[in-house]
């Protein structure tokens, strides 16, 4: 018996992680016609673990799907912002973020998807992508040792970070590749690590996270999620995993490290296009993190968001010079909606990079002095950015 249930879909949904999920109920939600839709993805989306420290801001990710006790971790009231000389600055704001037990969110979207109609297929690797002579798209899906060619009118390209699927491939040559300012991420699970269960906490300092920063997120009161993300040029030199270790043997010498895991982040907003001939790029593929707090999970269901709707108009197009017209504004839907402030974020990248550790600490010493009902995240970046009138400059990026 054949293993998909079509040789030929309206719509293939290539990666099953927030974007690709979200896409899939997406499309399936709006459509007026029944459509035919596959998602495949390379591994299961609940299988553990899953490379990602789980934060999210409450407010903005229950817009996009309803949040359940469970499959979230754990409420928060803030965040502490911990300069080099370990100066703790607490920022209060009552149920502002979740962490969530992301391999658990996967598998309610994927069941989601599954009862609106769409076809999974987990544990399928999408191993070439290549354009039919009808103009249609034709993908190679390998299953264990079975090989099956599919054919597609759409693609959405929710890969993850890197260009897996559209590199090389003719007409696609302009797309963004997923990889833009592309950085190293590490985290170990650990114990015996003093943490607060409601606050994550941020860590700035040159010897440890130059040019990025490290966390401690909770998990479950017992573990914690402690990790960082570093400039380009610092973990040249700073191996990610060693250097990790090296701060938690130095700064929690009662640490138990777990298990130890990490990933890539593409942390700059790119100006290529996401779109073309009918393939529509979404989350980290389309390079939509947030380049300075390196959060990708709510632009992940805000991208593919967008990749369902201009998937959909794109079906119902009547010419190719209106589905041109669609591909080119799956680009401008994004900048309008997030994508121009990342870019903003990414020019002022540099700037913050180049904050030094006393200028941290100066500033984290100034804001601990403010009572915590006065500290907000404009004044806390305002302190960190004003003790450098330099910096200020390098950051105008920000403001203008
Ligand atoms: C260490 C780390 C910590 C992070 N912490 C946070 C955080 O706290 N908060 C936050 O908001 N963001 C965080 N992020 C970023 C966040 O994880 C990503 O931005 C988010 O997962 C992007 O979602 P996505 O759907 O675009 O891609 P992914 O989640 O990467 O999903 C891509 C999917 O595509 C599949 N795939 C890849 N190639 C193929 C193929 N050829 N065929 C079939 N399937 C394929 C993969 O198996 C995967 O399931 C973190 C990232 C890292 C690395």
Redesign the pocket.
């Known amino acids: 018996m054949a293993r998909y249930l079509k040789e030929k879909y309206d719509v293939i949904i290539?990666?099953?992680?927030?974007?690709?999920?979200y896409a899939a109920n997406c499309l399936q939600k709006a459509s007026a016609d029944p459509i035919s839709v596959l998602l495949?993805?390379?591994?299961s989306?609940w299988k553990e673990p899953?490379?990602?420290?789980?934060?999210?801001s409450r407010k903005i990710f229950s817009r996009y799907w309803t949040p359940k006790e469970e499959w979230v971790r754990g409420h928060l009231d803030g965040v502490y912002f911990t300069s080099p000389d370990m100066t703790r600055v607490e920022y209060f704001q009552a149920d502002c973020g979740l962490i969530l037990n992301?391999a658990a969110f996967h598998h309610e979207m994927a069941d989601k998807a599954a009862e609106l109609g769409v076809e999974c297929h987990f544990e399928?690797?999408?191993?070439k992508l290549s354009r039919a002579k009808n103009g249609h798209w034709k993908l190679k899906?390998r299953s264990g040792k079975e090989e099956s060619e599919l054919e597609t009118r759409v693609v959405i390209d929710?890969?993850?970070?890197g260009a897996?699927?559209t590199r090389h491939v003719p007409g696609l040559e302009a797309l963004e590749t997923g990889d833009f300012d592309q950085e190293a991420?590490?985290?170990a699970i650990a114990t015996g690590i003093p943490h607060s269960r409601r606050h994550i906490e941020l860590l700035f300092g040159e010897r440890y996270f130059a040019g990025g920063y490290g966390?401690v997120?909770p998990r479950d009161g017992e573990t914690v999620n402690v990790?960082l993300?570093g400039g380009r040029k610092f973990l040249k030199t700073h191996p990610p995993r060693s250097t990790l270790e090296k701060f938690i043997r130095e700064a929690y010498p009662d640490a138990k490290i777990l298990a130890f895991?990490?990933?890539?982040?593409p942390c700059g907003q790119s100006e290529h296009p996401t779109a073309a001939y009918g393939v529509f790029k979404?989350?980290?593929?389309?390079s939509?993190?947030n380049p300075i707090?390196?959060?990708?999970?709510?632009?992940?269901l805000k991208?593919?968001k967008i990749a369902a709707e201009c998937a959909l108009q794109w079906l119902s197009a009547s010419s190719e010079e209106e589905r041109r017209e669609i591909e080119n504004s799956a680009y401008t839907r994004w900048m309008k909606i997030q994508g121009k402030t990342h870019l903003n974020y990414h020019r002022g990248k540099d700037g913050f990079a180049s904050v030094s550790d006393e200028q941290f600490n100066k500033a984290a010493h100034r804001l601990a002095s403010i009572p915590v009902h006065k500290r907000s995240i404009f004044r806390i970046f305002w302190a960190v950015l004003s003790s450098s009138p330099s910096i200020l400059w390098k950051m105008k990026s920000f403001f203008i």
């Open positions: 290539c990666g099953a992680g927030p974007a690709g999920l495949v993805d390379k591994k989306p899953v490379a990602c420290a789980e934060a999210v992301r399928d690797t999408v191993e899906i929710a890969t993850g970070p897996k699927i991420a590490v985290f966390w997120f990790g993300v895991h990490g990933g890539a982040i979404a989350g980290d593929s389309a939509t993190v707090s390196r959060s990708g999970i709510v632009e992940a991208s593919g």
